[in-house]
């Protein structure tokens, strides 16, 4: 199960690098990836999503990639901008469900 | 414009009081769902429901309620029975079909008076 803490991973940036983001899934089954974006008080945006299929998806300013071999999953935001400094996590679906499984999520801080 | 409204954004309860809050979507979607976000924790399913007039426990259900005589709206009602309630509530839908993502409101945070 996920550990439980107050305390998110936190990826500090400066205004203008590329920002790479990490999420580990264990279940091999997932076929469905997704990422979110949510800054403070407000819901989870999507930013972008991939299916198993693939390995990588581009767009405006990010990509996803996909390693079915480690079961790992990347977020990389291009040119970080202030605006950019949410929490971020990812989400997988496994074939045949309808819900899908949250990770934590890491606190990206990018500093002007 | 589309998208998923939900209210009060800031509620209290007093204890041994249920309270409701409220999820409406504009969007068409057929599934909707209810999640419960602690600090530092993944979004944990309460209840989530595909079609109307029907809906199905998810990990947490216990102390809450819902009803979906609506395809737009899936209200959750946080009983006295939920004894930790204070938490941000987020409600999301979906389009139908498995590989489509879930959009989200704006949330509720509940607090105890």
């Known amino acids: 199960g996920e550990s439980v803490g107050l305390h998110l991973p936190t990826l500090s940036v400066q205004e203008g690098d590329n920002s790479i983001i990490n999420c580990a899934y264990s279940n091999s089954a997932s076929d469905y990836f997704i990422w979110y974006k949510q800054e403070s008080g407000k819901g989870p945006q999507f930013i972008i999503d991939i299916r198993s299929n693939m390995d990588k998806r581009q767009g405006q300013r990010v990509t996803v990639l996909l390693n079915k071999t480690v079961k790992h999953l990347s977020l990389q935001i291009a040119a970080t901008q202030p605006g950019d400094s949410a929490v971020y996590f990812c989400?997988?679906?496994?074939?045949?469900?309808?819900?899908?499984?949250f990770g934590r999520g890491t606190s990206l801080i990018v500093h002007p | 414009d589309g998208g998923i409204t939900q209210s009060p954004k800031y509620l209290f309860r007093k204890e041994g009081q249920n309270v409701t809050l409220s999820c409406e979507q504009n969007?068409?979607?057929?599934?909707m769902y209810w999640y419960r976000q602690d600090p530092g924790q993944g979004l944990r399913l309460i209840y989530y429901?595909?079609?109307?007039?029907?809906?199905q426990k998810g990990d947490i259900a216990e102390g809450y309620s819902v009803s979906r005589e609506k395809k737009e709206s899936f209200p959750l009602t946080v009983t006295s029975a939920q004894k930790n309630p204070t938490a941000f509530y987020l409600c999301a839908s979906k389009r139908g079909g498995e590989r489509q993502p879930q959009h989200f409101g704006d949330g509720t945070r509940l607090s105890i008076l």
């Open positions: 429901s595909q079609i109307v007039n029907d809906f």
């Open positions: 969007l068409n979607h057929d599934a």
């Open positions: 989400a997988e679906r496994s074939g045949g469900s309808y819900i899908p499984t």
